[in-house]
């Protein structure tokens, strides 16, 4: 019985060992930054979540907005990089009729250098399509050291 507890608790300890080391780089997770911001009077809400795969190109990028009640509004929201090509404001993503929540999965990749990324989500007035309000979020940097490039 003694032996079997030592068998197991080797090969226990052997796998920790190699389990990391068959790891390759690829399968590594990729640097994600993420914010949430929500209307102060709890009308819509908004998240991102920045996967940055490269200085150059953010993927994967998941964006959910949530428009929180019937107000004649709808819920924008559109996801704006600043680097080496300027400020690029990408289209904005409405939440459709019918539905509270909405969910997509897209890439950026401006060409060049990103330096920073931050999201606006913004109350569209549902009769007309003007944006009404907008709020930001907090303005993300990659989650690695690009200094060098």
């Known amino acids: 019985m ?6 197991a608790a080797c090969a ?4 920790a060992l190699l389990v990391p080391l068959t790891a390759t780089p690829a399968a590594a997770a990729t640097p994600t930054t993420s914010d949430t911001v929500t209307a102060t009077d ?13 200085p150059t190109k ?4 998941t964006i959910r907005a949530t428009d929180m009640r019937t107000d004649g509004y709808t819920v924008g929201i559109r996801l704006i990089t600043n680097g080496e090509n300027g400020r690029i404001v990408w289209r904005m ?22 330096s920073y990324a931050y999201f606006e989500v ?28």
């Open 58 to 61: 953010l993927d994967p990028i």
């Open 42 to 54: 709890w009308s819509y809400e908004g998240r991102v979540d920045i996967g940055w795969r490269s």
């Open 93 to 114: 993503r409405t939440v459709p009729t019918g539905q509270n929540t909405a969910t997509w999965t897209t890439y950026a990749a401006p060409g060049g250098h990103i």
């Open 2 to 7: 003694r032996f079997k507890h030592a068998v």
């Open 122 to 149: 913004c109350q569209i007035k549902a009769s007309t399509g003007v944006i009404w309000s907008c709020g930001a979020s907090k303005v993300m940097h990659a989650p690695f050291d690009d200094s060098s490039i």
């Open 12 to 15: 226990a300890a052997l796998a």
